[in-house]
């Protein structure tokens, strides 16, 4: 039975029209395939015949029951056919396939079939992919225990082996971000067996192993982790974006997987932003050229409406390929040399971290550079539908499943967005988008700079975000007084500690400068930027006796009939939010002020003590309004037990 002869009766039945005729032709079909199932040695009998002419009837049969495989219209024959192909591959009829040369026909026939079910499982081109994705499991292990008989033979003619293998890889890391679990477990399973067969070609020879399969550690863990008992999809997620951060070997089948995962997820981006409103934009036209979409777009006809259930179903398969993008995003960066002048490297940068922005200086132009930029853009993401939802799948994608390796491409790109806040001039364009985007910045980077890794260099180093945090934090103090907006700077004060307990790690060009502006700046949201007073006025506070809740109120109102400058607010007046911010900004300057040397602005320095005597004073009043503050407000709490205490944990500050 010839690849021809199979090909010419599915021709002929897809080519008649009468359902008598195409019954005829699939029940044809159907026996001669279950024929090869019940006895093999019929079709691999070729006594007297030469070893070419057996290989090449071998591979013929094969290629012809390959086809039948993807007739998705005839799914009796397609599972027919599968039986058949995996009948094939039992070693003793592996055997069979050419007795002259058993392995190096093995290679070239087995691989061919493996390459073609593999090339269509890439595209989604099958409905039952599931199931095949089983077969296909079934036909490895098949595989190795042939090769494990013949283990001493192994790699004799296995130059075919590298292209298949990428394929393999490939099918494999693309099904981790199915929505099927099945097809996620099953997927798992199988890096096991590329294992396996990497152990068996090199014996024990670990360094040839590692050669071969250079994540082979990885691929185990995966493999191990598909028996563990899960509870739920997202928590199946988890386990497998956390394994794939742990991938730093770039080969061709995780790079080609990384590639044909990001333009699919490019297309069903764009379909998922303009839903409803861009009817010429549908779901099965979300593909790539030479890609088919992914399953959910498969499962519903061009004009139905989509149900609520598929909608869901895309959008969870959607976020199982960003973070699968995110994830594995490492492997995909190019590692080429890139000269970076004396100039740009900040003195005292160790060579550690010199290597890492070397090797991640020619990412610039790279893919995964254009999905960070494309992430960050849904951060405001404003379809009705999905918006919201895509918000917080990124956000939380990028804050905690981001490869450390990419964290000097997301600090980059999220100042490039923040520097468009600002006009040419550098005033501050406050918009609802960019607050939000602003905030949502402020999430990640906090949950970044949270991870500590149990590696030397998690690569929040390798750049600078001091410009970054004061662009920030320049747009934020343009906020308004809203109940929101301090909340934003609530969360930003929260990053800066953050940020200051990660000191060591990261890489600082004007450290103190740095820091002394930011104090400068926070130091303004302490008391609702009240607290100035005159600096004569700083001694005798200390002594001041304290008053009563009436008494502030009398002394603020003649305060201010008698001065156009603002009195401080008393603490019991304003809302647990305003503590609230005192206090997280308290806690940010004194992480911040922690052994810092003052430093004035460049205008100041005509006489420098004279400068730093006039900031110091000028915390010192600061902190002593508050001190004084949090004491009346424990005299007052002592007075009247039944109101509730504002200033929180100020006081122990």
């Known amino acids: 039975l010839s690849f021809q002869t199979i090909s010419k009766l599915t021709l002929q039945k897809i080519n008649k029209t009468t359902d008598e005729t195409m019954t005829t032709y699939r029940y044809l079909l159907l026996w001669i395939v279950r024929l090869i199932h ?21 591979l013929e049969l094969m290629n012809g029951l390959v086809s039948l495989v993807h007739q998705q219209c005839m799914p009796d024959v397609s599972s027919e056919a599968m039986e058949a192909l995996l009948c094939l591959h039992q070693p003793e009829n592996i055997e069979l396939w050419n007795p002259e040369s058993p392995i190096h026909t093995f290679w070239d026939v087995s691989s061919q079939v493996l390459f073609s079910i593999s090339q269509k499982l890439i595209q989604r081109q099958l409905a039952n992919y599931t199931d095949i994705l089983k077969w296909l499991r079934e036909i490895l292990v098949c595989r190795n225990i042939f090769l494990n008989k013949n283990s001493a033979n192994a790699n004799i003619g296995n130059n075919k082996t590298i292209c298949i293998h990428i394929k393999l890889e490939v099918v494999f890391f693309m099904y981790l971000w199915s929505i099927d679990i099945d097809a996620v477990l099953t997927a798992m399973s199988c890096f096991s067996l590329l294992c396996e067969e990497a152990d068996i070609r090199c014996g024990a020879d670990e360094m040839a192993v590692t050669q071969i399969l250079p994540n082979y550690n990885v691929y185990a863990d995966l493999a191990q982790a598909s028996t563990v008992l899960t509870t739920g999809r997202a928590a199946l997620q988890k386990r497998i974006m956390a394994l794939l951060r742990k991938i730093d070997q770039h080969t ?60 869901e179903d895309q959008l969870n398969e959607w976020a199982n390929m960003t973070g699968f993008l995110c994830a594995l995003g490492g492997v995909r960066l190019q590692n080429k040399p890139h000269r970076i002048s004396a100039t740009s490297i900040p003195s005292g940068l160790d060579s550690r971290k010199t290597s890492l922005m070397q090797s991640c200086g020619d990412s610039q132009y790279c893919p995964v550079t254009q999905f960070i930029s494309n992430l960050l853009k849904l951060l405001v993401c404003q379809n009705e539908k999905f918006g919201a939802q895509i918000q917080k799948h990124v956000k939380e994608l990028v804050g905690h499943e981001l490869n450390p390796a990419l964290f000097p491409i997301l600090f980059d790109q999220i100042k490039v967005c923040v520097d468009k806040f600002f006009d040419p001039s550098g005033q501050v364009i406050v918009t609802d988008l960019n607050t939000q985007f602003i905030e949502n910045v402020i999430f990640i980077m906090k949950n970044i700079l949270e991870i500590k890794t149990d590696q030397p260099c998690d690569n929040v180093g390798v750049t600078s975000i001091e410009s970054l945090m004061l662009a920030i934090v320049r747009y934020v103090r343009h906020l308004d007084s809203t109940v929101h907006a301090i909340q934003i700077k609530i969360k930003l004060c929260q990053l800066v500690e953050t940020m200051m307990q ?14 002394n502006k930011l104090v400068e700046y926070l130091t303004d949201w302490i008391m609702g930027n009240s607290h100035q007073v005159n600096i004569g006025d700083i001694c005798s506070m200390s002594r001041r006796p304290t008053r009563t809740a009436i008494q502030r109120i009398i002394h603020s109102n003649q305060t201010t009939n008698q001065n156009s400058n603002k009195a401080p607010t008393p603490l019991f007046l304003r809302s647990q939010t305003d503590v609230d911010l005192d206090q997280a900004s308290m806690e940010a300057v004194a992480a911040l002020l922690a052994g810092l040397p003052l430093q004035p602005e460049e205008s100041d320095r005509g006489d420098l003590m004279e400068a730093k005597s006039q900031l110091f004073l000028k915390y010192l009043t600061l902190f002593m309004n508050l001190l004084n503050d949090c004491s009346e407000e424990e005299q007052d709490t002592a007075m009247d037990p039944n109101r509730k205490r504002s200033t929180s944990n100020l006081s122990a500050l």
Request: glycine share 6%; proline share 8%.
């Open 252 to 311: 061709s089948g995780n790079s080609q997987a990384w590639d044909d995962t990001h333009r699919n997820w490019d297309l069903i981006t764009q379909y998922l932003e303009t839903f409803p409103k861009d009817p010429k934009v549908k779901m099965e036209e979300c593909q790539a050229p030479g890609l088919g979409a992914s399953n959910p777009i498969k499962r519903k006809p061009p004009h139905h409406a989509s149900t609520e259930h598929e909608l």
């Open 502 to 515: 990660r000191r060591d790690d990261l890489t600082f060009r004007q450290e103190m400068k740095f820091r």
């Open 38 to 58: 019940d006895d093999p040695n019929l079709m691999l009998h070729n006594q007297g015949k030469p070893g070419h002419e057996v290989q090449s009837s071998t």
